[in-house]
């Protein structure tokens, strides 16, 4: 978007996929690209790009790009994944056509990108060549492939100002969570008045105020950061090491696509359907479609409150359950039982978007919303009452 005052992007689910740049080859990939506006949000939206595209310091990867003049912007509250061979940014912005103005907070990002000690060899969760940046409240995961040792001077960081535009730069970087398998979670080349304070970083070498550089500058504090417990930091990077791998080598190839390909079941689920399930405009309803749930499967479940009178025992593998908007498809048990019983045989189970209220009590001894044997995965899942 381009000219384009007082806009909103709001509430949407962004793919942009590309399976035919062969490893090794070079594309440039942006979802959301916005310049020379203002007074623009965007919020809550679930972006994913992903290549195997990249090489060096080319190619790029981004679900957000800002370029100025952009004043008034607000990004928040979105899920920005991005993957690929070469750089790699959740959120990039820079003031080289005029002044930049950002507010930032309560994103979650995840970045897996390959970068080097070139300039444009850069993996980032964000990178803000700006003027002014308030970046608050999110969480960020980054992770650089093929890394040997991190060194100062390989660029991945989970927040930074790397790459240099002219004019002065000022941030306040407070409250976000940061991992990274660089050298510092937090790296800007030159900044004047800013801070970094109150944040949770770690990264493969340093943690808390140390993974904090400010190479440049003026009136600029660093103070009361901390690092993140040993557990919690592998359980990030885990995350994003296993997002990479499974896009990279579960989803994407040559022939196929993610979420929608032919290999996978598609059903569809609302309150009071009726259908066959084998679309949105003729959905079948929810005790049809886990009495008959199938491998490789995604169910896509309409708004509305679901009430629960039995336990659904799922054997299936490779399946997703995904609520069509975060939170409004809301799963209800009645504290009696479990809602899901997730058997050793279901690997690579996935709830998604989903709200569970008045799951299994502790007063049962044991149980909950959900009852599993093996590992599922739970992304962007609201639990009240379980």
Avoid: W
Wanted: with cysteine; net charge negative; proline share 1%.
């Amino acid at each position: 978007m381009v000219d384009s005052n007082n806009s909103f992007i709001d509430y949407n689910n962004f793919t942009e996929i590309d399976t035919f740049t062969p490893s090794g080859s070079v594309d440039y990939l942006y979802v959301i690209d916005i310049y020379k506006l203002q007074n623009a949000t965007i919020s809550n939206n679930n972006v994913l790009v992903t290549t195997l595209g990249g090489a060096g310091g080319n190619g790029t990867a981004y679900p957000i790009q800002i370029t100025g003049l952009a004043v008034d912007i607000l990004i928040c509250d979105n899920n920005l994944t991005a993957l690929c061979n070469g750089p790699c940014l959740g959120i990039y912005s820079q003031n080289y056509y005029g002044i930049t103005s950002l507010e930032v907070c309560r994103n979650n990002v995840n970045v897996s990108g390959r970068a080097g000690t070139h300039n444009y060899a850069l993996v980032s969760g964000m990178e803000f060549q700006d003027t002014y940046v308030n970046v608050y409240s999110n969480i960020i995961n980054v992770n650089a492939k093929d890394l040997a040792v991190a060194t100062t001077n390989v660029n991945i960081y989970g927040i930074s100002y790397s790459q240099i535009t002219s004019g002065s730069h000022t941030y306040n970087i407070y409250n976000n969570t940061v991992s990274t398998n660089g050298y510092y979670a937090v790296y800007l080349y030159s900044a004047i008045n800013s801070n970094v304070t109150s944040n949770r970083l770690q990264s493969n070498k340093t943690e808390g105020d140390a993974s904090v550089k400010i190479v440049s500058g003026s009136n600029n504090v660093i103070f009361n950061n901390t690092g993140i417990s040993s557990s919690v930091s592998n359980n990030y990077n885990n995350e994003i090491k296993l997002m990479s791998n499974l896009n990279f080598s579960g989803c994407i190839s040559e022939n196929s696509n993610i979420l929608g390909n032919s290999n996978y079941n598609q059903v569809y689920v609302s309150v009071e359907g009726r259908g066959d399930g084998k679309s949105s405009d003729n959905p079948t309803n929810l005790t049809n479609a886990l009495d008959n749930l199938e491998n490789n499967t995604i169910v896509h479940i309409a708004d509305g409150l679901y009430v629960f009178e039995k336990t659904y025992s799922i054997t299936a593998t490779n399946v997703t359950i995904q609520a069509d908007n975060k939170g409004k498809a809301i799963f209800s048990g009645n504290k009696t039982r479990s809602m899901f019983s997730i058997k050793d045989t279901a690997d690579n189970f996935i709830f998604y978007n989903l709200s569970f209220i008045n799951g299994k009590s502790s007063a049962n001894k044991v149980g909950g919303a959900i009852s599993a044997n093996v590992e599922i995965t739970l992304n962007n899942c609201i639990f009240e009452n379980n």
